[in-house]
């Protein structure tokens, strides 16, 4: 329909991100939503045809996108993230990868009846699952946290080397074949330690660089990209398919400098990574010729996909954790989630070509069997991961936890009075300042942006069943609400109230629902801990009712939450009006001056005289700010206190 190399750009762009889009307003995989996307412009519609207009352009693109994408992923590989769960990761990705390779690569000789040298590499390729696939997946299913840091760890380490295995695949059966000496192949294996050593290098020097600040910080995101692109193409340059390598090792160097400017180097992938994530894919799939749709239903394919899926995926990881601490139900589970995205996509493709170059006609059809393959697992896993773990009893049945952003005074009492009553709690902030209260209480905390992809990389988010915003940015809490309202439900989705002169209405985009009642901002908040004001918790019971509770109490206090009797938790809200009943706690955010009249009233009956005076009580309010009830002189410890 468009012969315009531009237009063809434009559209492959603005499909990439309004698939994107879609797959997260809608709670989709985005690879599933960029696939039909592109089969509908592409071989359907015919509207365009990005590798005949784009020409020798094609080819390098797919290149450089597949080197960012792996940098992408091994800048992920943070050794201390998998601490305490090293072992079946391990095995996984060292003996079940083996294992997946060959065992993969005997079902695409025998079933898909490809050659040996396209098999192995085919099978090389697949060993990987796609963490930007798996990680919503989990989101959704909700599993148990080590079953969860088991597969999403497994897809980042694993992802990078894939195409790693594949080329020494292709050099390896080529030398047996007797079409490269032992020169050439030892001379490949000296190319990509090579390889390797370059990426550490420049890794370090980018490390060093960014750490004196050498470069500022507008620059940091260019000049990696730029390093990067450098360090993949004069490693390719010395010797072909080494530079993945290259790319590779750069990337895990990074993840391992313990740099403390690493967060701003996430942005990379943020900016460049996902728009040229979604592009390439879509890019694949319009360049798909109808005749590989028809050969996507050819029975040797779908053969060899019913093979990955119930025999090599689940044998590679039933033999590999043997003697570990994994359960067969955990085993049974992990044996069946293996979604392959978009690196093995593009990687397939990139792999076609040279092969078809270097005459194996067969590679041709790698494209649709890789895009078989990535279709059905996204499918198959996507829809049965939830029921399958709950069949097994594997989904986390503690879905009480509250994940606060925003760390100040406020923010740390509240967490902590959340924790005291036994829920899981983590408050997270951009500033290291921040959250020095949370540290002083010891709250679980993190230094991120929840608003970056690479922050599931880092934290478990399946334990939180409630997002709190509580920054001092408005526009910041209601685009953090927004952006998790597909994975949370809105219900479950809050933020404090707009300051003064910042109306909800003045702002473009629908946040959480307003906290507390009454509603007031963080800023008053955090303003109220610091005159002294502290959360009490107060039991409802059959003598002492919620509407007594509610006539009796400060004016000037603040509803915070209920907690049940069960122990759930309900916020209060500007818009919804909760009830307490007998068995429940009533928390809220009361005045100093209430409590002193409350601990005068209580000396007094027990000692007929007040033994401290009102600035001396109003003092230990202050040093205790946040906890229920102050130490006061006389009294029996807290342990030994009853509510």
């Given amino acids: 329909m468009f012969d315009s190399l531009l237009f063809d750009l434009l559209l492959v762009i603005l499909i990439g991100m309004l698939s994107q889009w879609i797959a997260w307003r809608y709670r989709m995989p985005a690879i599933v939503v960029m696939s039909v996307a592109g089969l509908l412009v592409g071989p359907i519609f015919g509207w365009i045809d990005p590798q005949e207009t784009m020409g020798e352009l094609f080819s390098p693109i797919i290149t450089f996108a597949v080197a960012i994408i792996l940098f992408e992923g091994s800048l992920n590989l943070d050794i201390r993230e998998i601490r305490g769960f090293s072992k079946p990761v391990g095995r996984i990705v060292t003996i079940g990868a083996f294992i997946a390779w060959i065992a993969g690569s005997l079902a695409a000789h025998y079933l898909a009846g490809l050659s040996w040298e396209v098999a192995f590499i085919i099978g090389g390729l697949f060993i990987v699952t796609g963490p930007t696939v798996i990680l919503p997946l989990l989101r959704q299913a909700r599993l148990k946290p080590r079953v969860a840091a088991i597969l999403k760890w497994e897809g980042i380490v694993v992802d990078p080397f894939g195409a790693l295995v594949a080329v020494f695949a292709f050099e390896f059966i080529k030398f047996l074949q007797a079409e490269v000496s032992l020169k050439s192949l030892l001379l490949f294996f000296t190319a990509s330690a090579f390889a390797v050593l370059l990426g550490w290098a420049a890794a370090r020097l980018m490390g060093r660089a960014f750490e004196r600040g050498s470069i500022p910080e507008f620059l940091k995101a260019p000049i990696l990209f730029v390093v990067v692109l450098f360090t993949f193409v004069f490693s390719d340059e010395i010797m072909h398919e080494t530079g ?322 069960d122990g759930n938790v309900e916020f209060f809200t500007a818009k919804r009006e909760l009830q307490a009943t007998a068995g429940d706690s009533v928390l809220a955010l009361t005045s100093p001056a209430k409590n002193i009249a409350r601990i005068k009233e209580r000396l007094f009956e027990e000692n007929g005289e007040y033994p401290i005076t009102d600035s001396e009580i109003e003092e230990l309010f202050k040093e205790d700010i946040g906890k229920e009830k102050p130490q006061i002189p006389g009294e029996a410890p807290r342990s030994s206190q009853k509510e």
């Fill in 244 to 565: 993945l390598l290259a790319v590779t090792a750069m990337g895990m160097t990074m993840a391992n400098l313990r740099m403390t400017t690493l967060n701003d180097v996430r942005h990379f992938k943020e900016n460049i990574s996902v728009l040229l994530i979604s592009g390439i894919f879509v890019m694949l799939t319009a360049s798909l010729d109808t005749r590989i749709l028809v050969d996507i239903l050819n029975p040797h394919i779908l053969l060899y996909v019913a093979a990955m899926l119930f025999v090599v995926r689940p044998l590679s990881i039933w033999v590999s954790t043997i003697g570990t601490e994994l359960t067969w139900k955990e085993r049974t589970l992990v044996g069946w989630i293996a979604p392959r995205g978009i690196v093995a996509l593009t990687v397939s493709g990139y792999f076609a070509s040279i092969l078809v170059d270097n005459g194996y006609q067969d590679a041709e059809m790698l494209t649709a069997l890789t895009f078989a393959l990535v279709l059905s697992t996204v499918v198959l896993h996507g829809f049965s991961i939830g029921w399958l773990a709950r069949k097994l009893n594997l989904t986390t049945t503690d879905e009480s936890g509250v994940l606060l952003v925003g760390g100040s005074k406020f923010a740390s009492a509240f967490a902590k009075s959340i924790q005291d009553n036994g829920h899981e709690v983590l408050i997270l902030d951009q500033s290291w300042e921040a959250l020095a209260e949370a540290r002083k209480r010891s709250i679980p905390s993190y230094i991120g942006d929840i608003l970056t992809e690479q922050i599931e990389y880092h934290i478990d988010l399946t334990p939180f069943r409630y997002m709190v915003a509580m920054t001092e940015s408005d526009t910041y809490n209601a685009h953090v609400c927004a952006d998790f309202a597909p994975d949370l439900g809105r219900h479950h989705l809050f933020q404090t109230a707009f300051h003064a002169g910042n109306e909800s209405s003045s702002l473009s985009i629908s946040g959480g629902q307003t906290l507390f009642s009454p509603p007031v901002s963080i800023y008053e908040l955090d303003e109220r801990v610091n005159e002294g004001h502290l959360i009490r918790k107060t039991l409802i019971t059959k003598q002492y009712s919620y509407t007594q509770y509610l006539r009796e109490r400060d004016d000037t206090s603040i509803l915070l939450y209920i907690l049940r009797s």
